[in-house]
T-cell receptor
Framework: DTGVSQDPRHKITKRGQNVTFRCDPI?????LYWYRQTLGQGPEFLTY????????KSRLLSDRFSAERPKGSFSTLEIQRTEQGDSAMYLC???????????FGEGSRLTVL | QQQVKQSPQSLIVQKGGISIINCAYE??????FPWYQQFPGKGPALLIA?????SEKKEGRFTISFNKSAKQFSLHIMDSQPGDSATYFC??????????FGAGTRLFVKA
């Protein structure tokens, strides 16, 4: 299967700990997105990469959040000093250049105790 | 900042009926309006999409109606089936850089 894969699928952590999520996009897609989804809400845009360049970052992304996409392939999203309000599903999506459709992974669910 | 407003929050339809979900947007720079379908435990998947140069697009049982002057668009699911039970999100974007999603509609189709 060559879809978007995310790891881990579930993460439970204690408040104050750091967590990192990984996303492997569809190989020929040069655009990669991170979204956050809380229960009963639509996905909220966090950040966007074109190849290795991070082109936009939402105001929702506090200083505790950082995302990277070295070499324009996989991406990581790190959350430092987690808070209970960070509990959510973190979705990664990719798309080819110029296309509107987003191809989502199944998400990484974070629970902060 | 919610730029795409979706209604209703939830919808119950009898099997064979028509499901209608509505969305309104504010930013006239949006040029692509997709609908995504999400099942529990899965990521959203594109269902159907429209660009503002057409007023309607149909794919099988799914139709998007688009009203540019009113800045509104809607999804119609004809002959709704229990397998259509899912959460539906309308969305909008400009040039594929940042897609903004509505809050979602939970559809339940009764058998």
């Amino acid at each position: 299967d060559t879809g978007v894969s995310q790891d881990p699928r579930h993460k439970i952590t204690k408040r104050g700990q750091n967590v990192t999520f990984r996303c492997d996009p569809i190989s020929e897609h040069n655009r990669l997105y991170w979204y956050r989804q809380t229960l009963g809400q639509g996905p909220e845009f966090l950040t966007y990469f074109q190849n290795e360049a991070q082109l936009e970052k939402s105001r929702l992304l506090s200083d505790r959040f950082s995302a990277e996409r070295p070499k324009g392939s996989f991406s990581t999203l790190e959350i430092q000093r987690t808070e209970q309000g960070d509990s959510a599903m973190y979705l990664c999506a990719s798309s080819p250049q110029g296309a509107g459709e987003l191809f989502f992974g199944e998400g990484s669910r974070l629970t902060v105790l | 900042q919610q730029q795409v407003k979706q209604s209703p929050q939830s919808l119950i339809v009898q099997k064979g009926g028509i499901s209608i979900i509505n969305c309104a947007y504010e930013n006239t720079a949006f040029d692509y309006f997709p609908w995504y379908q999400q099942f529990p435990g899965k990521g959203p998947a594109l269902l159907i999409a429209i660009r503002p140069d057409v007023s309607e697009k149909k794919e099988g049982r799914f139709t998007i109606s688009f009203n540019k002057s009113a800045k509104q668009f809607s999804l119609h699911i004809m002959d709704s089936q229990p397998g259509d039970s899912a959460t539906y999100f309308c969305a909008a974007d400009t040039g594929g850089f940042k897609t903004i999603f509505g809050a979602g509609t939970r559809l339940f189709v009764k058998a």
